[in-house]
């Protein structure tokens, strides 16, 4: 494929398989869960943002230059901070804390369901170890996500009275870091997938990230909306 | 704790955790599942069977002794065959054939919900990661799994009439199988587990175990019973 067309195939798996189809989303956005259901999601996503600098720091690991290092370690900074202005896992607790969650449980991750730790896992081992090309192409999920955190924030805001814009601190620097993230991703992946299989694997990387976003969704759905089947062990809402 | 409290401890994991508590169990065992679920039960589980041997496999290659090695060769034959009498695997293929289910569709994993998969590749990777104490203790469901044998294999030749004493060849020999491999674990895990850490390592393998084999009902359970909601890409019924 010529690199637009492949840029265009890899867009086409958001239009297939990105979250933002998933019914879980929908209900969130449009209001119609309840506190102890977001404090559900909140909890459970706690770990997929927690997990992100280590996956990146794995990567980093392996990166051969530094101008790839450095725009990983950007990421780093992204999510962890650099000390005095807080990263994106930080801003995740204020939602967390904003929703009435103690700390010390939502960081001790007793109360995750099984399915989000098997997936958010999943993640971080693919990126250990696939090639640093699908591991770059796993991250380009991020090419659909600021369409998903307009549609969330303005939601939320609009339909649920326990949070704020406070509270919801966490997306809104994501929707000028994504842009930045992806311009750099997509344009490592168009230029260094220069075979068919180099580009079917980075499609396979990106089919791979877009089912483990939902099969977190999945198991909060299940858990949390129908039919309700909490897994042992799992947060069971107060 | 003493070696018997420590093991009541470790069946006292099966009573809360063990999936013969799933509702997916109970509808399946009682005739309530229409053939479409039965085949993405077995479709789905198959990659469960196929993994058993990898992960056997990477422990094996840990284990220091010959009379440790050869306990677990055993189980490795029982899975993978000897050439001539077919192993657990060839068996469980049996099941999906005699289902109706194309046995390359099957074998190349395409159908496979997500959640299967993280869940399954969590297990393989836990024995290849963890301590070989770990990695043991992790293969004591078997302690629960001849009374779960028992009652699916009664219940579902009672109720499908799509299901025969052939096709679900795969578990009489797990009856006999099962409690051999449990005799040696059991003995090996109690005298080595010989401090509280190292037992509390045991029981969080063990609930780890559960959680998996838990997780992977629930991921059928969200897709094909309710609200039956199928991720993109994974097995529709016809």
């Given at each position: ?9 890899l867009r ?6 990105y ?7 929908h209900l969130?956005h449009d209001?119609?869960?309840?506190k ?7 909890l459970?996503?706690?770990y ?6 280590a ?7 392996r990166?051969?230059t530094t ?6 370690r ?6 962890d ?15 967390t804390?904003?929703l009435g969650?103690d700390?010390d449980?939502v ?34 999920t991020?090419?659909?996500s ?6 969330r924030v303005?939601?939320?805001l609009q ?5 704020s ?14 842009p ?9 992946v ?12 980075c499609?396979d990387?990106?089919r791979?990230?877009?089912d483990?976003?939902w ?5 909060l759905?299940?858990?949390y ?10 947060f069971?809402?107060?």
């Amino acid at each position: 494929m010529a690199p637009d067309a492949f840029e265009a195939a890899l867009r086409a798996i958001g239009d297939e398989r990105y979250h933002i189809h998933h019914p879980f989303h929908h209900l969130l956005h449009d209001g119609k869960l309840c506190k102890a259901q977001v404090q559900a999601w909140a909890l459970n996503r706690y770990y997929y943002q927690a997990s992100i600098p280590a996956k990146d720091a794995s990567l980093l690991a392996r990166l051969p230059t530094t101008d790839l290092r450095r725009e990983w370690r950007r990421r780093l900074e992204d999510h962890d901070g650099d000390g005095s202005a807080p990263g994106g896992v930080e801003r995740w607790l204020a939602l967390t804390d904003g929703l009435g969650l103690d700390r010390d449980y939502v960081v001790s991750l007793r109360g995750l369901l099984p399915g989000t730790r098997f997936a958010v896992d999943a993640y971080v081992r693919f990126v250990r170890e696939r090639s640093v090309l699908e591991a770059i192409a796993s991250s380009l999920t991020e090419m659909f996500s600021t369409n998903i955190i307009r549609l969330r924030v303005a939601g939320m805001l609009q339909n649920y009275d326990f949070v704020s814009e406070a509270t919801l601190a966490y997306f809104k620097p994501r929707l000028t870091q994504a842009p930045q993230d992806v311009a750099f991703a997509l344009d490592y992946v168009k230029r260094h997938a220069d075979t068919a299989e180099k580009q079917e694997a980075c499609l396979d990387a990106l089919r791979f990230k877009c089912d483990l976003l939902w099969a977190q969704l999945d198991a909060l759905h299940l858990a949390y909306v129908e039919p309700g089947l909490i897994p042992p062990g799992a947060f069971v809402p107060a």
